[in-house]
């Protein structure tokens, strides 16, 4: 009998993550598989119980949460022999890598898709000596969204965020970036720069419309203006698809990028607060098995 091992986060989806754990060890159990459950109760603890199933040989790992939850599983499937499949029941407030694989948003359609047989192979990104599952960002703005806190996203959802950034535009924080990527150097002031593995980041499922969850490729944008006025134009060019195309952003994509500054930058990994700049990003090129929907 094949071995799976549900990772739940029980504060995820305003705190109903429990209500679904039946229902997934349910479905597992009618595709033979015999399941394990752990629960989160800090920092960390993900990542340590996806460790675990590797090294026991488990087939399937499931993460019931949000992609905070997802990132801390995902690193510890990181340079592991023995990498079992994944399977996401997303109950964040965005769920980005879910929107990008189309894995429905709805935690009993998501848990109906761990019978499918289909399986995707998807990138992972390495910053400095952690992985990461969909966007890096620096910057002014991405520390405003690592400040907000787990209550606020709670009871705001996607607005809480929304708010922070709101709050941010209107002081137009920009910091002197130098950017490295492919034997070229940008240098300049930016209050937001962003590596994206996906199309979908912060809800917005067009940031990076050519992105594919296994090109192997960093979708990057330098914004070099980011006023409240400015912001209206940007929100437009992002809605519609063509954020790239903007005169205030610098696109481009890469497979390496090293980012660093003279100041004391922040950076934001996966909606949450990451190391300090200088950091260096890549790709692991189709590095996880993920099960997604069956094809229509």
């Not at 490295?180 to 067009?206: C, Q, Y």
């Given at each position: 009998?094949?071995?799976a091992?549900?990772?739940?986060?029980?504060?995820?989806?305003?705190?109903?993550?429990?209500?679904?754990?039946?229902?997934a060890?349910?479905?597992?159990?009618?595709?033979?598989?015999q399941?394990?459950?752990?629960?989160?109760?800090?920092e960390?603890?993900?990542?340590?119980?996806?460790?675990?199933?590797?090294?026991?040989?488990?087939?399937?790992?499931?993460?019931?949460?949000?992609?905070?939850?997802?990132?801390?599983?995902m690193?510890?499937?990181?340079?592991?022999?023995?990498?079992?499949?994944?399977g996401v029941?997303?109950?964040?407030?965005?769920?980005?890598?879910?929107?990008?694989?189309?894995?429905?948003?709805?935690?009993?359609?998501?848990?109906?898709?761990?019978?499918?047989?289909?399986?995707?192979?998807?990138?992972?990104?390495?910053?400095?000596?952690?992985?990461?599952?969909?966007?890096?960002?620096?910057?002014?703005?991405?520390?405003s969204?690592?400040?907000?806190?787990?209550e606020?996203?709670?009871?705001?959802?996607?607005?809480?965020?929304?708010?922070?950034?709101?709050?941010?535009?209107?002081?137009?924080?920009?910091?002197?970036?130098?950017?490295?990527?492919?034997?070229?150097?940008?240098?300049?002031?930016?209050p937001?720069?962003?590596?994206?593995?996906?199309?979908?980041?912060?809800?917005?499922?067009?940031?990076?419309?050519?992105?594919?969850v296994?090109?192997g490729l960093?979708?990057?944008?330098?914004?070099?203006?980011?006023?409240?006025?400015?912001?209206?134009?940007?929100s437009?060019?992002?809605l519609?698809?063509n954020?790239?195309?903007?005169?205030?952003?610098?696109?481009?994509?890469?497979?390496?990028?090293?980012?660093?500054s003279a100041?004391?930058?922040?950076?934001?990994?996966?909606?949450?607060?990451?190391?300090?700049?200088?950091?260096?990003?890549?790709?692991?090129p189709?590095?996880?098995?993920?099960i997604?929907?069956?094809?229509?």
């Amino acid at each position: 009998m094949q071995q799976a091992m549900i990772i739940m986060n029980p504060s995820s989806g305003k705190a109903e993550a429990r209500d679904y754990i039946r229902a997934a060890e349910e479905v597992l159990q009618s595709a033979d598989y015999q399941v394990t459950v752990r629960e989160t109760a800090g920092e960390g603890d993900a990542t340590a119980f996806c460790l675990q199933a590797c090294s026991e040989g488990y087939d399937l790992v499931v993460a019931i949460g949000g992609d905070g939850t997802l990132h801390e599983t995902m690193n510890g499937l990181a340079d592991q022999e023995h990498r079992p499949k994944l399977g996401v029941v997303p109950m964040g407030t965005v769920n980005d890598f879910a929107r990008a694989l189309q894995i429905p948003l709805n935690p009993q359609d998501a848990i109906r898709t761990l019978a499918s047989s289909r399986v995707q192979r998807v990138d992972m990104g390495r910053l400095n000596d952690r992985l990461f599952i969909n966007v890096v960002a620096a910057g002014s703005l991405a520390s405003s969204v690592s400040s907000v806190s787990s209550e606020d996203k709670t009871r705001l959802g996607f607005l809480a965020y929304l708010k922070e950034g709101i709050k941010e535009l209107t002081g137009n924080h920009a910091h002197p970036l130098v950017i490295t990527h492919d034997r070229e150097t940008w240098e300049g002031t930016s209050p937001l720069f962003i590596a994206a593995l996906t199309n979908s980041v912060g809800g917005f499922e067009k940031l990076a419309p050519n992105a594919a969850v296994d090109d192997g490729l960093l979708h990057c944008f330098i914004v070099k203006d980011l006023h409240l006025l400015n912001s209206v134009t940007v929100s437009i060019s992002l809605l519609l698809g063509n954020l790239r195309n903007h005169k205030d952003v610098i696109y481009f994509t890469a497979r390496q990028v090293s980012i660093s500054s003279a100041e004391a930058v922040k950076t934001n990994v996966d909606g949450e607060e990451g190391p300090l700049l200088p950091v260096t990003l890549s790709t692991i090129p189709r590095h996880l098995q993920v099960i997604v929907p069956e094809q229509q």
